[in-house]
C-alpha cells in the first residue's frame, strides 16, 4: 500500500495547472485553432502520437473502407520507425502534420530559440512524403506564448481541438463509448483528437481507437456532418515551406 507522496502530488499539481492554462481549448495564450467555422457542418478527424503498428495501419484500413480523411499528427522518433506506414497514409490522402520529434513537454516550453524539437520531426516527415508540415500540435497540448511565437515565426498553424476522448487510456476504454461521448459534444467546426499510438512506441496493439472510428463515422454522417482534413477545415496550406531562412538557425543532429 502507498501513502502520501509528496512529490507525485506536486507533479500531478503542476500538470494539471500547465494543462489549464496551456492547454486546448482555454489556454495557449490565443495561439491555438480548436475549430473551425460554427456555421458549417464540417468537421476533422485529428489522430496524434503516431505511426504505430498495428494500430495505425489498421486505422488506416478501415477509414479506407469509410472512405474518410484524417489528420495525422505524426511524432519525429515514430516516423523513423514506420515511414512506410506515414507514406501510405500520405498516399491515400491523409494530411501528414508535425507533433515534434520525441513528444517532450519540456523542449516545447524551454526558453530561448531551441527549435529542433519541431524542425528535427518536420526534416523527418519532409524526407518520407517530399514536402514540409506546416500543422503543429505541441506535445501534451502544451503551448507557452513563446512556443507559439516561435511557431507562427516559422510559418506553422498551431492546431488544437475542441473534442477531447479517452482513447489513449490503458486499459481500453470501450471505443463505442467513446465515439458516443465525443459525438455528444461535437459542433460544427469541430476538430476531433484521437490518438493512433503511444509517442516513442513502437509497436501499439490498443483496438478500440479503429472501433470508435468505425461507430462515430457513419453515426455523425448521419447527423449531417462532412469530414475533411485540418487544413481544409481552417482553410490554411497543409504543406510548404514552414522556415523562414532568417531563423534557421537550429543544430541539427549528425
Ligand atoms: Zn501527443
Same mark, same amino acid.
Given at each position: 500500500?502507498?501513502g502520501?507522496?509528496?512529490?507525485?502530488t506536486?507533479?500531478?499539481?503542476?500538470n494539471?495547472?500547465g494543462?489549464l492554462?496551456l !492547454?486546448?481549448?482555454?489556454?495557449? !495564450?490565443?495561439?491555438?485553432?480548436?475549430?473551425?467555422?460554427r456555421? #458549417?457542418?464540417?468537421?476533422?478527424?485529428?489522430?496524434d502520437d503516431?505511426p !504505430?503498428?498495428?494500430?495505425?495501419e489498421?486505422?488506416?484500413?478501415?477509414?479506407?473502407?469509410l472512405?474518410? +480523411?484524417g489528420t495525422f499528427?505524426?511524432?519525429?522518433?515514430?516516423?523513423?520507425?514506420?515511414? /512506410?506506414?506515414? !507514406? +501510405?497514409?500520405?498516399?491515400a490522402?491523409?494530411?501528414?502534420?508535425?507533433? %515534434?520529434y520525441e513528444? %517532450?513537454? +519540456?523542449?516545447?516550453?524551454?526558453?530561448g530559440? /531551441?527549435?529542433?524539437h519541431? /524542425?528535427?520531426s518536420?526534416?523527418?516527415? %519532409?524526407?518520407?512524403?517530399?514536402?514540409?508540415?506546416?500543422?503543429?500540435?505541441?506535445?501534451?497540448?502544451?503551448?507557452t506564448?513563446?512556443?507559439?511565437r516561435?511557431?507562427?515565426?516559422?510559418?506553422?498553424?498551431?492546431?488544437g481541438?475542441d473534442?477531447?476522448t479517452?482513447d489513449?487510456?490503458?486499459?481500453?476504454?470501450?471505443?463505442?463509448? #467513446?465515439?458516443?461521448?465525443?459525438?455528444n459534444?461535437t459542433?460544427p467546426g469541430?476538430?476531433l483528437?484521437f490518438h493512433?499510438?503511444?509517442?516513442g512506441?513502437e509497436y501499439?496493439?490498443?483496438r478500440e481507437?479503429?472501433?470508435?472510428i468505425k461507430?462515430?463515422?457513419?453515426a455523425l454522417?448521419?447527423?449531417g456532418?462532412?469530414f475533411?482534413?485540418v %487544413?481544409?477545415?481552417?482553410?490554411?496550406?497543409a504543406?510548404?515551406?514552414?522556415?523562414?531562412?532568417?531563423?534557421?538557425?537550429?543544430?541539427l543532429?549528425?
Amino acid at each position: 500500500m502507498t501513502g502520501f507522496n509528496p512529490k507525485q502530488t506536486l507533479v500531478n499539481a503542476v500538470n494539471k495547472t500547465g494543462t489549464l492554462l496551456l !492547454s486546448p481549448p482555454y489556454g495557449g !495564450s490565443g495561439y491555438f485553432r480548436n475549430h473551425g467555422p460554427r456555421n #458549417v457542418r464540417k468537421i476533422a478527424l485529428t489522430f496524434d502520437d503516431g505511426p !504505430s503498428k498495428p494500430c495505425t495501419e489498421e486505422l488506416l484500413d478501415a477509414m479506407g473502407e469509410l472512405n474518410v +480523411k484524417g489528420t495525422f499528427f505524426c511524432v519525429g522518433v515514430n516516423t523513423r520507425w514506420h515511414p /512506410d506506414v506515414v !507514406s +501510405k497514409a500520405f498516399q491515400a490522402g491523409h494530411v501528414i502534420a508535425n507533433h %515534434s520529434y520525441e513528444h %517532450s513537454r +519540456k523542449a516545447g516550453i524551454r526558453l530561448g530559440n /531551441d527549435v529542433r524539437h519541431i /524542425d528535427d520531426s518536420a526534416r523527418i516527415i %519532409s524526407e518520407v512524403i517530399g514536402c514540409r508540415p506546416r500543422l503543429y500540435r505541441p506535445p501534451w497540448g502544451w503551448l507557452t506564448p513563446w512556443e507559439g511565437r516561435r511557431l507562427t515565426q516559422r510559418g506553422y498553424t498551431v492546431v488544437g481541438w475542441d473534442v477531447y476522448t479517452l482513447d489513449w487510456k490503458l486499459p481500453e476504454p470501450d471505443g463505442v463509448q #467513446v465515439a458516443e461521448a465525443a459525438r455528444n459534444i461535437t459542433r460544427p467546426g469541430s476538430i476531433l483528437l484521437f490518438h493512433d499510438a503511444n509517442a516513442g512506441v513502437e509497436y501499439w496493439y490498443k483496438r478500440e481507437t479503429t472501433r470508435a472510428i468505425k461507430h462515430i463515422v457513419p453515426a455523425l454522417r448521419a447527423d449531417g456532418y462532412e469530414f475533411v482534413t485540418v %487544413s481544409e477545415l481552417l482553410g490554411v496550406p497543409a504543406y510548404g515551406p514552414a522556415e523562414p531562412a532568417h531563423t534557421a538557425r537550429t543544430k541539427l543532429p549528425a
